[in-house]
């Protein structure tokens, strides 16, 4: 279907901007750009998903919360955590300059039920780990294999980045359909050294202590540390994954029925590894990410698990 010509129809906003492209062949792809400081994935995907209802001439299932002031700030500010998410890390290792001299390449690497069931095994052989879920296993070993590959020195610090829903964790939860940023980031550190030489169990076990971090206190209090800094976190030394596998644009049905397919168009940036689901017959998850030339070569080798 996409070697079909066709024609494009775009709609604009300050933050919303959708593009339909029409193929001679009968099929067509929406293409959405929206700003991240409205929506996090989860109100997207309502917000396409009420589209597409809307469409076909039925009310939205879910109608929209509107009211943000649910996640304002506290008055005074109470910041109760370092928020390391924020800390700025010293490149010690000449990682920009890789990036800067090779070649940056982009691939897909997917893990099917199987793969992934043996990733778990392999976190919980040595016994530090009784479970692990297909997210943090996989997180834990590109977090690992990508701070060999770009060849941190053993003393560089490594970050890694993730988004957790707080929509169920906040006190009382936010409402349902509620429009906004329901997310947070929350962080694992550690050293190069550290992550690399020790087994798979350890940086799961940094990820899953990372989620038990986030809870009403934990997301009061980073909004509260925003309000004060209006900071950005550092990506220096940084790896963000971000999980699009229980994101349901799949369903958005404007009459013609189901996608085919959907996922993003690009990455954002250099330090984003993105999840996907790998559909439905497949039942597994899709790894997307970029990395200069040299270090994908390695990195290819150590996703043979």
């Not at 024609?7 to 901007?17: E, G, K, R, Y």
């Not at 492209?21 to 959405?32: A, D, I, N, P, S």
């Not at 897909?108 to 479970?131: C, N, Q, T, W, Y």
């Not at 397919?261 to 250099?270: C, D, I, Y």
Request: glycine residues 8%; aromatic residues 8%; charged residues 20%.
């Amino acid at each position: 279907m996409g070697g079909c010509p066709g024609d494009h129809t775009s709609v604009a906003t300050n933050h919303l901007l959708d593009q339909v492209t029409r193929f001679k062949c009968g099929g067509f792809v929406l293409g959405m750009t929206i700003n991240h400081c409205l929506t996090d994935g989860i109100t997207a995907m309502g917000f396409v998903n009420s589209w597409a209802e809307t469409a076909r001439g039925i009310s939205p299932s879910t109608p929209p919360f509107l009211d943000r002031s649910i996640l304002t700030s506290r008055q005074p500010p109470n910041i109760k955590f370092p928020h390391e998410e924020f800390l700025e890390i010293k490149d010690i290792s000449n990682m920009v300059s890789l990036y800067q001299q090779d070649q940056m390449v982009f691939k897909s690497f997917d893990f099917d039920p199987e793969k992934l069931a043996r990733l778990k095994k392999i976190a919980m052989e040595d016994g530090v780990i009784k479970s692990c879920t297909s997210f943090t296993v996989l997180t834990a070993l590109v977090w690992r294999a990508r701070s060999k590959v770009l060849k941190m020195k053993p003393n560089q610090q490594t970050k890694l980045l993730f988004a957790v829903d707080g929509r169920s964790k906040l006190i009382p939860p936010l409402p349902k359909g509620y429009f906004g940023n329901g997310i947070v980031l929350t962080c694992c550190l550690c050293t190069a050294g550290e992550l690399i030489e020790k087994p798979l169990s350890f940086a799961v076990g940094l990820v899953k202590n990372a989620i038990k971090m986030v809870t009403d206190e934990f997301i009061r209090s980073t909004i509260d540390y925003f309000e004060v800094t209006r900071a950005r976190p550092s990506l220096t030394g940084t790896l963000l994954v971000t999980s699009w596998t229980r994101l349901a644009f799949n369903t958005a049905d404007f009459g013609w029925g189901e996608p085919i397919q959907s996922g993003a168009v690009t990455l954002p940036e250099k330090e984003v590894v993105l999840f996907i689901s790998s559909g439905k017959e497949k039942r597994g998850t899709t790894l997307l990410l970029g990395l200069p030339l040299t270090a994908m070569k390695a990195f290819q080798e150590l996703m043979q698990v």
